[in-house]
């Protein structure tokens, strides 16, 4: 596409916090903006050139608003796969490509898409109803995952013994074997449509075992360096075997004896590449307009170690948005805040993040237990 003259028109299906960034990066390039969502106060609406209002898992809505695009990406996998098809039928790029999607968008194929390209994952099985992990005692402790519609720990639970059997889903979902986690670790690869790659360092993810979010995330990860190229080797053979250009963040599990597994891969920019706006040359929100628009990849090394921490909506508040403690938290030197402009908080809802750069990681995490205790996310 960078031999098109005229300014190609680029869509992105969702309007949340991922699209908003990622239309802070287009602002540096030579690109038209579109955004289709609902909501038309959301994160990413005043920041595009033209928004839609509509129904990103709708058909009809989602064909209408790219027909007339160059390409179209997305911000979140929900979205309507068959008209994204059709779209790509009739010429119009799609990053990811929609059979990447089909495969990512359920949890089951998924796993099947790992198993068949020997890329290790906690072993699994499927499931259509609760009752039937009864007969799968033998491979308890294990995690029930919802095969379609669950995001940020909903849609996933803990099976330890027999006892908890009823807290399954009753819907098509895996059973997988619980691994003894010693790291969980993400990744980011973008591929281009020459197959090149560009892969960022990966990042260590804390989460907060109430809310099951991301506490914080450190980057660069510490590994060893076998564990490291053992990550690299599984995280590309992930994204190659897609065959399609994008940006993907694979999230593995790495056990104390090194063993590597991956969990799921997102076919898009994430969160846990919040960082690299300030802490990498290339952001994964400038590498994924590289990708889209036919631009060299861009460079993918740290320019400072860095922490990245989600704001969240504290507890027992809900309604317009207050941030008490935002003025400290701006005094810290090296920690930048982004606040995603959502109107309404609610307990646990993602407001915005901040990232904190330095060389030393106590440095890291006293200014971000600094921040956890001195910010707090209310309503009015
Ligand atoms: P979501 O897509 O909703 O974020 P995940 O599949 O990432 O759900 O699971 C949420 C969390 O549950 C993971 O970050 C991890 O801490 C834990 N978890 C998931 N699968 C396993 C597993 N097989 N073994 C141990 N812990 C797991």
């Known amino acids: 596409m ?17 699209g908003r960034m990622l239309l802070q990066a287009a602002a540096n390039y030579h690109v038209e903006t579109f955004v289709l969502e609902n909501d ?11 928004f839609t209002k509509g129904d990103i898992r709708d058909f009809d809505a989602v064909y209408n608003f790219g027909k007339g695009l160059d390409a179209i990406t997305i911000e979140i996998e929900n979205v309507n796969v068959e008209a994204l098809e059709k779209l790509e039928s009739e010429g119009v790029k799609v990053f990811p490509k929609p059979s990447v999607l089909k495969t990512i968008k359920n949890k089951i194929l998924q796993k099947q898409y790992y198993k068949e390209h020997q890329i290790p994952t906690s072993d699994f099985k499927i499931t259509n109803h609760y009752a039937e992990i009864a007969e799968m005692e033998d491979f308890l402790p294990g995690v029930h995952k919802l095969g379609e519609g669950g995001y940020d720990g909903r849609g996933v639970q803990i099976i330890n013994t027999k006892s908890d059997i009823s807290k399954g889903f009753e819907k098509p979902a895996i059973l997988e074997k619980m691994v003894v986690i010693d790291k969980e670790i993400a990744i980011i690869i973008a591929i281009n449509e020459k197959n090149e790659t560009a892969i960022y ?34 995280a590309l053979a992930v994204v190659r075997n897609f065959k399609s250009p994008g940006i993907f963040a694979v999230e593995l599990f790495i056990d104390k004896k090194g063993d ?35 631009y060299p990849l861009g460079n993918t090394r740290f320019i400072l170690p ?6 969240i909506g504290a507890n027992g508040y809900s309604g317009d948005v207050v941030y008490e403690g935002l003025e400290e938290v701006l005094k810290i030197e090296n920690a930048f805040v982004h606040i995603y402009g959502k109107k309404q908080t609610k307990p646990g809802r993602k407001m915005g993040h901040i990232t904190i750069l330095s060389n030393e990681k106590q440095d890291l ?5 600094k921040i956890k205790h001195g910010l707090i996310v209310k309503s009015v």
């Not at 960078?2 to 991922?18: A, D, E, F, H, N």
């Not at 993810?205 to 190229?229: G, R």
């Open 2 to 18: 960078s031999t098109t003259k005229t300014r190609p028109k680029v869509g992105i299906l969702g309007g949340g916090q991922l």
């Open 365 to 369: 995490l006293h200014k971000a237990n």
């Open 201 to 234: 360092p990966p990042v260590t993810m804390v989460f907060d075992p109430d809310l099951n979010l991301l506490d914080y995330q450190l980057s660069p990860s510490e590994l060893v360096q076998q564990v490291l190229w053992k990550i690299e080797a599984v």
């Open 260 to 294: 590597v597994f991956v969990n799921e891969t997102a076919p898009r920019v994430h969160n846990s590449g919040h960082h690299t706006i300030e802490a990498h040359y290339s952001s994964q929100f400038d590498m994924l307009w590289r990708v889209m628009l036919g």
């Open 306 to 311: 860095s922490l990245m921490l989600n704001i």
């Open 40 to 50: 038309s106060e959301c994160p990413a609406a005043h920041l595009c050139h033209h």
